[in-house]
Nanobody, 125 residues
Framework: QVQLVESGGGSVQAGGSLRLSCAASGYSYDNYCMGWFRQAPGKEREGVAHVSPDGTSPIYADSVKGRFAISRDNAKNTLYLQMNSLKPEDAGMYYC??????????????????WGQGTQVAVSS
């Protein structure tokens, strides 16, 4: 019974900040890479960031590098995404998911399809 509950989305002005949270349960969360994904209306879901099981190796999509920070609190089974300097193109539904490790490194490939409901991010200009 894998459960992922995203929260923290909202509506902000361009240049503003949001912190998203992902509460995970039902599996050994701290053994997995975890990622954030987003999907804008009419577009494919894309990877935003992912982080290693111990939280020490974050990787970001080029579009968010330098503005977003992914982190995790394994004691709370919670993943975070701090989003700063938000742009209108950052808008969309944000989801978290465990990601597959390939050749010893985390990837942007979701491990399975146990998506939560997502949390909506809107950015006005």
């Amino acid at each position: 019974q894998v459960q992922l509950v995203e929260s923290g989305g909202g509506s902000v002005q361009a240049g503003g900040s949001l912190r998203l949270s992902c509460a995970a349960s039902g599996y050994s969360y701290d053994n997995y890479c975890m990622g954030w994904f987003r999907q804008a209306p009419g577009k494919e879901r894309e990877g935003v960031a992912h982080v290693s099981p111990d939280g020490t190796s974050p990787i970001y999509a080029d579009s968010v590098k330098g503005r977003f920070a992914i982190s995790r609190d394994n004691a709370k089974n919670t993943l975070y995404l701090q989003m700063n300097s938000l742009k209108p193109e950052d808008a969309g539904m944000y989801y978290c998911a465990p990601t597959r490790k390939k050749y010893g490194f985390c990837s942007f490939e979701p491990l399975d399809n146990y998506w939560g409901q997502g949390t909506q991010v809107a950015v006005s200009s």
